[in-house]
C-alpha cells in the first residue's frame, strides 16, 4: 500500500502513494468555484471567496486523477450545467445554496427526492463512529456515502492536507467561506458508490493472515507464567489462537504520581515479566503473533527505560528529567517515538500496536487529531522489513476510527462496551453499516467489556456473532470474575464457545478469500440491502447481514424463549434457494420480493444461510493449529440447486506477496465439481467435499487429471453439525480434480415429521398438547389445513412460530 522513500521530516521510511490532482480535462473552473467529474457519480464542488484551491491529497481524498468520465458542460448566461450518465448538476455561478446548486441523480426511482439541493440531506444510510465506548445498545453514526434517495455528500472542508514530503498540515485557518464538498450520485448502486469512494480515498490494505484467525484479550494484571499456563490450557482443549493481546499491565503502572498516571508505559514490568525477549519467543513458538497496549498521551518519563535514548535522539539532556511531552504535531518527536520507544520492543518480540487513544481529538496544532496521526503513521511504520525476515511484512495496527479514510489503516478497536443484550443486538448492525464508509474491518470487545452480569446465553450468543465477524477478539474488563474462557462458564455454553472458536480458524480458507476481494473494494460483512436496493424488505433488517460472497448471517440477539429452549430472530430471505448450513433447514424464497421469516434456533445452532450453489472452502482440520497458515487440507462444503464458482485466493503472506487463485466450479445440470488446477501453496494437497442435503457420496466418481482415483468415506465438521464427505489424498497443487455426483443431484426431503418431533419434545408443554399437535401437522391433509388448524389450536405465540418454520421449510 505504502511506497519506501524517506521524506523530508524524516518521520518515517514509507508514506502513501498519492495522485490529488485532477485531469485538467475532468475540470470545470470560473470565478471561486471549481468543479472536477471524478466518475461519473462522483463529483468534487469547491467554492472559494479568494479563488484559492487545493490540489494536495487530504485524509479522505488521495487520489483525484481518474480517468476522465464522459460529460457534456452546458453554459449560460445564468447557470451551468454539467450532465454525465449518472447525474445532472444545475449551478447559478454564486455561493454555494440551496436554490442555486444541485444535482439530479438520474435514472432513480423516485425523480422528486433524487434531486440535492445544497445544505439538505437525503436518507443517508448511515456510516460509522468513533467510538462504542461505555454504549448500552445503538448510538448515533455518522454519515456514510449511500442513501436509498441516490445521493450523498461528503465534506471535505476541514481535514489534514498531506505536503509533498508526507508530512500533514491543516486547512488554513482563514479559510472562511471555502468548501470543497464530494457529491456521490450513484442512485441505488452502493457497491458503485463504495467503488468511487475507494478509488479517491484509496482500498483497503491485504491483512495479514493471522488476524482472521482468533484473537485472546483481557484487562488483567497477567504474569509471564501466568500466561503461558492459559495457553497450555487453551491448547490441551484444541481451541486455536492466532493472537496474544496483552493489556496495559505489560507495564509498568505503579509509577510516583509526581510523575503522573500509569496509563502511559514502555518499559516491561518486570516482576510480571522478567524475560520478556523468551517470552514472547515462547508466544511465536506457539504460532501467535503479539499486540501490546499502549496509551501514549502522557509521552516519555524519566522512569522509562528507553527515556535517555529518547532524550538524546531529541537533542536533551537525559540528566534533567524533563518529561518528553507527546507531540503528534512534532516531526522529530514522532521519529524518535517510533525510532526508540517502539522499534524497543518491536526488536525484542512485539508484532504490532494496540492503539488506545483515549484523549480527545485535539493537539499543540489546532486541526490536528492525534488519533489520526497515531492511526496513519503507526500503520505505515508497521511495514518495514524486520531483521532476519526476508520480505517485507503485511502492516497491521489496531486503533479506533478516526473519519473517512481510516479504512486504510485496519484494523479498527470500537472501545469499551457494556455487557447487556442491547450491546450485542446492535453490534451486527454497526459491523455491517460501517462498509458504507468503507471501513470493514472492525474489532469488537466480543461479550462485552464491562459491566452486566454473568450470564451464558448473553456470551455464548456473542461468541458465535465474533465467528461471523471482521475480527474475533475476545475481550473482558479489570474484574477478576469477568473473563472470557470456555470453561468459565457452563458446560453446554462451553461447548458452544469452544465449536464457535474452532470454526473461525477452519474458515480461513475462505476468510483470507475475502481478506483479497475485500482489499478490491468489497467489505467482508456488508448490509443486506447492498445486493438487494430495491427491495424494502432489505432495509428492514439492519441486524442481517451478508459475510462475504457465499454467506447470509441473520445474527441472535434475543434471549431463548423458556418453554421452547429456542431464540427467535426475524430475517429475510432474497429470492431463491437458502440452506442454514448450521441445521440443515431449507427455505425457498419466492421472487422477486422474497421472503420474510423468523427463524428459532437452540444455544448450538446459529442462522447461516447459504443460497443454492456456494462453495465454501474450510481448513479440514476437526481442531485447527494456532498458526493460521495455508491449510494441508481443504474442506469444501457444497451446496447443490444451482451452478456455484468460488476463487480460492492464497499466498506467502508478505507485503508483496503474489496471490495463487484456485478455481472452484459446480455445474449443477451435469453434477460436476472441478477444483483446479493452481500454483503451488502447498505442492501437494488433501481434498474432502460434502455436499449438503445428498445422502452420501459414495457412488461419486473422482479423477485427477483425468485418471479415476480411489476415494475414501469420511465425516467432517461443518458449521455446527457432522456432515458425510469424500477424501481425496495427495493431490498434485497443478492437477485438475473433477467430482461427479450424477446429473442434476437434488437434496432429500426434509423429514419434516421428525424436526416437527424434535422441536415438541423440546417443549416445556402439556404431553397431550404435543401429541395432538404433531398429529395434526404430520396428517396427509394440505398444507394450509395443517397450518389453520395449528393458528386455531390458540398455541403460543412462539411455539406456533417455530412449528410454522419448520412446516414450511423445504
Known sequence: MGSSSTSATGVTRHHLPTDPVADPAAVVQGPHYRITVLTDGLLRLEYSPDDEFTDLASTFALRRRLPVPDFRVIEGDTHLEVVTDRLHLIYDLGPFSTSGLSVQVRGNVSSYHSVWRYGQSGTNLGGTARTLDNADGRIPLEEGVLSRDGFAVLDDSASLLFTEDGWVRPRRPDQDGRLDLYVFGYGRDYPGAITAFYEVSGYPPVLPRYALGNWWSRYHRYSADEYRALLDRFAAADVPFSVAVIDMDWHQVDIDPILGSGWTGYTWNRDLFPDPEAFLAELHRRGLRVTLNVHPADGIRAHEDVYARMARALGLDPESGRALAFD???????????????????????????????????????????????????????????????????????????????????????????????????????????????????????????????????????????????????????????????????????????????????????????????????????????????????????????????????????????????????????????????????????????????????????????????????????????????????????????????????????????????????????????????????????????????????????????????????????????????????????????????????????????????????????????????????????????????????????????????????
Not at 355 to 363: A, V
Not at 531 to 554: C, I, K, M, W
Not at 603 to 615: F, H, N, S, T, W
Open 328 to 810: 503528534v504535531t512534532d516531526p522529530a518527536f514522532l521519529r524518535a517515538y517510533f525510532d526508540v520507544a517502539h522499534r524497543t520492543r518491536e526488536d525484542e518480540g512485539v508484532d504490532f500496536w494496540w492503539l488506545d487513544w483515549q484523549s480527545g481529538p485535539y493537539s499543540r496544532v489546532a486541526g490536528i487529531d492525534p488519533l489520526w496521526m497515531l492511526n496513519h503513521f503507526h500503520f505505515l511504520d508497521s511495514r518495514r522489513r524486520r531483521d532476519g525476515e526476508p520480505a517485507e511484512r503485511r502492516p497491521l495496527t489496531f486503533s479506533r476510527y478516526a473519519g473517512p479514510g481510516s479504512h486504510r489503516y485496519p484494523v479498527g478497536f470500537s472501545g469499551d462496551t457494556l455487557v447487556s443484550w442491547a450491546s450485542l443486538a446492535f453490534q451486527p448492525e454497526f459491523t455491517a453499516t460501517a462498509s458504507n464508509i468503507g471501513y470493514g474491518w472492525w474489532s469488537h470487545d466480543i461479550g462485552g467489556h464491562m459491566m452486566g452480569v454473568k450470564d451464558d446465553e448473553l456470551t455464548a450468543r456473542w461468541v458465535q456473532l465474533g465467528a461471523f465477524s471482521p475480527i474475533l477478539r475476545l475481550h473482558s474488563g479489570a474484574n477478576p470474575f469477568a473473563t472470557k474462557e470456555p470453561w468459565a462458564f457452563g458446560p453446554q455454553t462451553a461447548a458452544v464457545m469452544t465449536d464457535a472458536l474452532r470454526l473461525r480458524h477452519r474458515l480461513l480458507p475462505y476468510l483470507h478469500t475475502m481478506n483479497h476481494l475485500a482489499a478490491e473494494g468489497r467489505p467482508l460483512v456488508r448490509p443486506v440491502y447492498w445486493d438487494h436496493p430495491e427491495n424494502r424488505a432489505a432495509y428492514a433488517v439492519p441486524q442481517q447481514f451478508s459475510f462475504g460472497t457465499a454467506l447470509l448471517v441473520a445474527p441472535v440477539t434475543t434471549t431463548r424463549h423458556r418453554e421452547l429452549g429456542l431464540a427467535a430472530t426475524p430475517a429475510w430471505l432474497p429470492p431463491g434457494d437458502w440452506t442454514d448450513l448450521t441445521t440443515g433447514l431449507r427455505y425457498h424464497s419466492p421472487g422477486p420480493d422474497g421472503r420474510r421469516i423468523v427463524l428459532h434456533r437452540g444455544l448450538d445452532e446459529y442462522p447461516v444461510l447459504a443460497p443454492a450453489g456456494a462453495i465454501l472452502p474450510l481448513d479440514g482440520a476437526a481442531e485447527p493449529a494456532n498458526t493460521p497458515a495455508n491449510p494441508e487440507h481443504l474442506h469444501l462444503v457444497l451446496v447443490p440447486g444451482a451452478d456455484g464458482a468460488f476463487d480460492l485466493i492464497e499466498d506467502d503472506d508478505t507485503a508483496d506477496a503474489e496471490p495463487v487463485l484456485t478455481p472452484i466450479r459446480w455445474e449443477q445440470a451435469t453434477g460436476r465439481l472441478t477444483i483446479g488446477p493452481a500454483a503451488a501453496i502447498p505442492t501437494r494437497r488433501r481434498w474432502s467435499v460434502s455436499a449438503v442435503g445428498l445422502d452420501g457420496l459414495g457412488h461419486a466418481t473422482v479423477r485427477v487429471d483425468g485418471a479415476p482415483v480411489a476415494t475414501a468415506a469420511a465425516t467432517a465438521p461443518g458449521l455446527g453439525r457432522a456432515l458425510p464427505a469424500l477424501v481425496i489424498d495427495e493431490v498434485p497443487a497443478t492437477a485438475t480434480v473433477t467430482v461427479d455426483l450424477g446429473a442434476d443431484p437434488r437434496p432429500a426431503p426434509t423429514d419434516v415429521a421428525a424436526r416437527l418431533f424434535a422441536l415438541l419434545e423440546r417443549a416445556e408443554i402439556e404431553y397431550e398438547l404435543k401429541r395432538d399437535l404433531h398429529a395434526l401437522l404430520t396428517a396427509s391433509t394440505p398444507l394450509a389445513a395443517r397450518i389453520s388448524g395449528l393458528q386455531a389450536l390458540a398455541v403460543d405465540r412462539e411455539l406456533e412460530s417455530a412449528l410454522s418454520e419448520v412446516l414450511l421449510a423445504g
